[in-house]
């Protein structure tokens, strides 16, 4: 259980931190689109 368990909670860190980047990658391309 503790192993399915601890798997469980890096697998829901890196998919926080890959959606992370996504975001930020996101926020900037609108903000590049706002200046021009």
Do not use: G, K
């Amino acid at each position: 259980m503790n192993v399915d368990e601890n798997n469980f909670e890096v697998n829901y860190l890196l998919m926080s931190y890959e959606f992370d980047q996504c975001y930020s990658d996101y926020d900037n391309h609108l903000l590049n689109q706002t200046v021009q």
